[in-house]
């Protein structure tokens, strides 16, 4: 999962990036992508290494992707936001400080997001419309006038302002433009980096929607509770009036807002988690693992990880009957923990 950053030059969108990742924001990428794995916290991890006493622990990442800051008067953005196109989520961080207007913010990243897809949508337009007068094979000249159909419907949506749905293309037109990684077809959300005295970050869930989640917190000021020890942490935030979000708290609900959740493995060689799409198969998950598990999968077993901590030990699940074997159609669960039968 690849967790695409954008905004604009001041929005502490760099700063975000470090607080996320541990990573230090590389000046020299001002003008560049730079990019960091974030760990995501898990605490059945801890619970899990006190029954297998494993040799190693790994948390599951995700990719934080910083892009140079866009320009307000939207000069030099489409190249800018090129950026983020591989991204399979995007953030837009939107401060709430120094007298910045968080709802215009929001509506000219919109904005800018159309203006990128238009310019790729009627430049490929263009090269089309000459390519189809050329003599070509039937099925060549049939390709091209599916891609063209399916263009013509995104520049009309794009012109007149709205993003692009996929549920409103076929499947041959979506097949004919997904190569282009369309901008405003990506999910996204958007993060309000407040002011260090905020205290009521529930205030911005009015920018929220249906499809678009909001989050919010005071980057600058995580960052500095971060720098010191958890004790002097708590005791400044009680004696300044202050509330803490926490690092974690965001990258959990960036990993839920974005579609994923964890499935976990444990043994007394490793205990680890593992990212996967939400609604996902057994199939999907052993493909997480391992491309050879996805051609040599037999079957799975399933515990909940709950029930394995309350009881204690995997034969304890087993005979409480709250295990089961499951084929590659399964969907798995969140907090699952999965054991992969493969061919061997």
Known sequence: MKIGLVGYSG????????WLSGATPDPSAVNSSQSAM???????????????NPKKVTYASMEIVDTPGLSRDHVGNVSKLAHIREADYLVCVVPAFSGVDVDKEISSFSEDLILADLEIATNRMEKIEEQIKKRRTKEEQEKLEIEQEALRIIIERLEAGTPILAEE???????????????????????????????DFEQYQKYASEKVPVLAASVGLELELDAMGAEEATSFCEEMGLTRVGRDSIVRKLMDCSG?????????????????SKNG???????????????????CEVIACDDLVRLGSERAVKAE????????????????????????
């Open 281 to 299: 198969t057994a199939l999907e998950a052993a493909g997480c693992i391992h491309s050879d598990f996805v051609k040599k999968f037999i079957r």
């Open 169 to 199: 293309m076929t499947d041959d037109h979506y097949k004919a433009t997904r190569s282009f990684r369309f901008l405003t077809e990506k999910r996204r959300a958007i993060f309000v980096n407040t002011g260090d005295d905020e205290t």
């Open 11 to 18: 929005s502490g969108k760099s700063s975000l990036f470090s």
């Open 321 to 344: 009957g709250l295990n089961h074997r499951e084929t590659k159609e399964y969907i798995v669960q969140e907090g699952d923990v999965l054991l992969f039968h493969i061919a061997q």
């Open 260 to 276: 994923q959740m964890l499935f976990l493995t444990a043994g007394e060689k490793e205990v680890r988690s593992w990212l996967m």
């Open 38 to 52: 974030a760990a995501i916290p898990e605490p059945r991890l801890d619970a899990l290494c006190k029954l297998y």
